[in-house]
């Protein structure tokens, strides 16, 4: 008896305050259609690996599309789709997305946001574990784990809100309701904020200050770089180190590695050059001197090599005996 009393307060309950505070109430008014008017379509690029089937996405994104559409006038539209295979990236949320703008790059004005549907793995503080994720540099690259509409809408609105924190009220709320109905649905102040940045251009990265925006892109560009570099190509990752620097003009990293490319392709003047200017910016780069030497050695400059070793030691960088054997012999052959 009790039990019935308490489902029918529940359903009661429900039926009455349901979708308070959320958008839901408000679709069918006109005023609110008009400001969706006109339709954003976004061009999607679509992701998978083997964790979901491609016409099951397809049919989840249709969905999705339409949940979006009727609340800020946004569609989802598929044009194009690759299937992916992992390296080692899947524990490691940042080197996912690099992975996946690295993927994309060259053809990153054919579409607006990539959704790729992975099981990935990756602990946040306290072990929670999130089901979605969209990069913070350009706000485009969207991940999801499970086929839950909260998750890909969550995610996406996310492209349109930046930095903004979690809301405490349906879809943006940071962790999905285990209990109720859908949380599909925007607050009405989370919708005005996605609807002022509907038309964003999503080749460009936002972010709030100037000076962060600059460290955030340069920071982005070096890694890209630094994907390019593990699969030895060696122009890409040249050019984007280029791009990098030229953001960032004192990014000693970003000169440390530039010159490691030069250096394995035995362009030892250009590499020097930038390990002269990464120490310039931080002359406590220890690997750096040891990179340099290296380059001196290759050169027959065999005193300025171990000048750097030297340095290099005194840093506490431990050179490697192969290599020590080898200038000892180059630099004194008897
Ligand atoms: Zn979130």
Known sequence: MKVKKLLFLLVLVCLLGC????????LNRPEFKAENEPIRTLRVLLI????????????????????????????????????????????????TEIRIARDTWSKRDKFDIAITFVYFVHNLA??????????????RYIFVRELDPYILLHELFHAFLFERDHSKDWVMRGARPSYGSEWYWLTPEDRKEVLRNKWRDFNVMPAAGQEEKRSKESWFYYHMGAAYLQKREFDQAISLFNKSLEINPRYAEAYETRGMVYSSREQYDQAIADFNKALEIDPRLAEVYFSRGRAHYFKGEYGKSWEDIKRAEDLGYKIPAEFLNKLRRASDPK
């Open 126 to 139: 306290g072990g929670h574990l999130p089901l979605g994720a969209t990069d913070t540099f350009f706000w």
């Open 19 to 26: 979708y308070a505070g959320s958008v839901k109430p408000l």
């Open 48 to 95: 998978t690996d083997h964790s979901y089937q491609k016409e099951e996405i397809e049919k989840f994104v249709s969905k999705c599309s339409r949940l979006a559409e009727v609340q800020v006038g946004i569609r989802l539209e598929i044009i194009d789709w690759y299937q992916i295979k992992w390296e080692d990236e899947l524990n490691d949320i940042i080197k």
